[in-house]
Nanobody
Framework: QVQLVESGGGSVQAGGSLRLSCAASGRLFSTYGVGWFRQPPGKEREFVAGIDKSGRSTIYSDSVKGRFTISRNNAENMVYLQMNSLKPEDAAVYYC??????????????????WGQGTLVTVSS
């Protein structure tokens, strides 16, 4: 079992940066792929970025590619999402999620096993 706790959300102006953190519990965290999802107000949750268990393989949605970077530190059970050049449309609740299946295999609607409680990001224009 994995428990996930996000932090680092906040309010930023367009063009600014934030780094989200996801702290994981569990000795076997290094066996899980991890992803970030977001849910804008009034919209459905969407995939943002994912990283495999080793940290060597990453995947991004087209909307954040080139602006966001996902990384992980398995020794500290942490996953990060560095968000640069933020836009108002990036405003959302951001969730960290983990699964034994790597994120590259998370098709739309795939039921990822473990979720955090979310952290809110607001971006003002």
């Amino acid at each position: 079992q994995v428990q996930l706790v996000e932090s680092g959300g906040g309010s930023v102006q367009a063009g600014g940066s934030l780094r989200l953190s996801c702290a994981a519990s569990g000795r076997l965290f290094s066996t899980y792929g991890v992803g970030w999802f977001r849910q804008p107000p009034g919209k459905e949750r969407e995939f943002v970025a994912g990283i495999d268990k080793s940290g060597r393989s990453t995947i991004y949605s087209d909307s954040v590619k080139g602006r966001f970077t996902i990384s992980r530190n398995n020794a500290e059970n942490m996953v990060y999402l560095q968000m640069n050049s933020l836009k108002p449309e990036d405003a959302a609740v951001y969730y960290c999620a983990a699964d034994l299946v790597p994120p590259t295999s998370w098709y739309p609607g795939y039921g990822v096993d473990y979720w955090g409680q979310g952290t809110l990001v607001t971006v003002s224009s």
